[in-house]
């Protein structure tokens, strides 16, 4: 028991020793990086195609037939599932503006030949018959109607890729909200990336209630080129909820105007973009406003409208392969970080961010820089530049108290007295003579178990009883023949008319082991026949 506590103390001073220099080996996943989001960030054009058919009643019948593509909304748009599910705010892809009548002014304008301005907009015309037939184009369709309209939405979203996608692929609107700042879910139709699918943003949980917290807008102000890379900011949030009016965006400092720069941002095409966390660069919000005017719808709406669109946010693999090598890059373990982007890129080849920081790290890798490369320079100190020394010399000072005292317990055990010797026999004892050995009581070997369905089993027998002790000399016991007979006849000593003094061979079933009388032909226990 004692080398048992003395390895378990040995065992517990090692994980001491091993216990002191984790810490210092271990490395926290980096914070405060919009490198999750960007990748999943996307360019969002919003047109409407309408097909119009003017029947020109001015001298002869003529139909004439246009189609136009009328803009309707651009903005930045976030993918939040491998399949490509995608949120954006619903004034992107919608417009309270009637496209018909700008076909109408359009169509007329060409047709005639008339200053018809090419917007939204009712006009009148100075010639009667040409200003009625005008009137008659714009909707709604009435039975005298001069113009027949038909109107769809196009979408066509831009992924953040290298090189550059300049067809880019359509979606189609799953959900739009009711007012013009509620965000839209959209998805990709007649198209697919690849069975990895495309990079996602992860979704916070919640938005940063603290005043000032600090976040980060990304986005486009165009299509994605070489010459157009994504646009990524600073700002902070304003404490308080969300509201109807949205989250506001406030400089603690005082030294920039956050709400216009971000504004001029939103005018530039960030519109609907996402709002990062700085913690954990998760997405908190969607960008809204324009002009000198910028806030934030916050999470709590994205999701809804995610699960009204029966759209589940979640992560692929590709997500997880990147995310894998940012911790590698960020902690500038360049050389291991070098194939997890080139795993990523096989993944996903378009993969802008990937593709970037592998040329960083292939450029550092193996240099000063690099932390796996200072940790085989000088495989004394720790990756942080404190020294290992005091940490190995303290860890062995430990194990060596702990053996120390190991010995010192064996030691107290082996110095301690043996057992005294057996007290002397009596003097009576020494004179006695030595008793017989006992023979062993014969115990007839029992049958082999038969399995057949009729075999019978005895469990809890009792063995036959001890033979009695009778005693030729003071003190030393004897075994002696057992007397079965005895009592079982009147008028003499055995049941068999043997005289007392005469030897008794005492008969046992070889089935079970029972005493048997002088005249049992079968057992009385068990059954079994007596001679066999």
């Not at 651009?74 to 919608?94: E, F, Q, S, W, Y």
């Not at 005298?144 to 890729?161: H, K």
């Not at 909820?241 to 920039?256: H, I, L, M, S």
């Not at 080849?349 to 796996?372: I, S």
């Amino acid at each position: 028991m004692r080398r048992f506590g003395s390895a378990l103390a040995v065992f517990g001073g090692l994980s001491l020793a091993i216990a002191g220099v984790a810490p210092a080996l271990a490395h926290e996943h980096p914070s405060g990086i919009t490198d999750l989001v960007t990748p999943a960030v996307v360019r969002i054009e919003a047109t409407a195609r309408v097909d119009i058919l003017l029947l020109d009643h001015i001298g002869e019948l003529v139909h004439v037939e246009r189609s136009y593509k009328v803009p309707i909304g651009a903005g930045t748009g976030t993918v939040v599932n491998p399949d490509g599910g995608m949120v954006t705010l619903t004034r992107v892809v919608k417009t309270d503006r009637d496209v018909r009548v700008y076909a109408a002014n359009k169509i007329f304008a060409e047709r005639h030949k008339v200053k018809i301005p090419e917007d939204f907009e009712r006009h009148t015309l100075k010639d009667d018959q040409l200003n009625h037939h005008l009137q008659g184009c714009y909707p709604p369709k009435q039975p005298t109607a001069t113009c027949i309209v038909d109107v769809a939405t196009e979408i066509t979203v831009f992924p953040n890729i290298a090189p550059a996608d300049k067809e880019g692929f359509k979606a189609e609107i799953v959900r739009t909200g009711d007012g013009p700042d509620s965000p839209a879910v959209l998805r990709p139709v007649g198209r697919a990336d690849g069975s990895a699918g495309l990079p996602t943003a992860p979704l916070a949980a919640m938005v940063p209630a603290k005043d000032a917290s600090p976040v980060a807008v990304a986005g486009f102000t165009g299509r994605p080129a070489a010459n157009v890379p994504e646009t990524v900011d600073i700002a902070h949030l304003r404490a308080g909820g969300a509201g109807e009016g949205g989250r506001e965006f406030k400089d603690p400092e005082n030294k920039v105007n956050e709400p216009e720069k971000l504004g001029a941002l939103v005018d530039r095409g960030l519109l609907g973009g996402p709002v990062i966390e700085d913690k954990k660069g998760e997405v908190v919000g969607l960008l809204l406003g324009g002009g000198k005017d910028a806030r934030m719808i916050g999470v709590r709406e994205i999701t809804k409208a995610l699960a009204e669109a029966d759209v589940a946010p979640a992560r692929g693999p590709i997500d997880a392969a990147f995310e894998q090598a940012l911790t590698r890059f960020h902690t500038h373990y360049y050389g291991d970080a070098v194939p997890a982007f080139q795993r990523v890129l096989e993944l996903y080849p378009g993969h802008t961010v990937a593709a970037a920081h592998l040329k960083t790290a292939q450029a550092k890798r193996g240099t000063a820089e690099d932390e796996a490369t200072k940790r085989a320079a000088s495989s004394t100190d720790l990756p942080g530049g404190t020294p290992l020394w005091p940490f190995l010399v303290g860890g062995g000072l430990l194990v060596l108290a702990v053996l120390t005292v190991a010995i010192l317990l064996w030691r107290r055990r082996s110095s301690e007295p043996e057992a005294g010797p057996a007290p002397e026999p009596s003097p009576a004892a020494k004179t006695r003579p030595p008793a017989p050995a006992s023979p062993p009581i014969p115990i007839p070997p029992r049958p082999a178990f038969d399995e057949q369905a009729d075999s019978t089993v005895v469990v809890g027998r009792s063995f036959p009883a001890l033979p009695k002790v009778s005693s030729t000399a003071p003190g030393q016991p004897v075994l002696v023949a057992r007397d079965p007979g005895r009592d079982t006849a009147p008028g003499s000593n055995t049941a068999s008319g043997t005289k007392p003094g005469d030897t008794v061979t005492q008969k046992y079933c070889t089935g079970c082991g029972m005493r048997l009388g002088p005249a049992h032909s079968f057992c009385g226990y068990c059954g079994h026949p007596a001679k066999t």
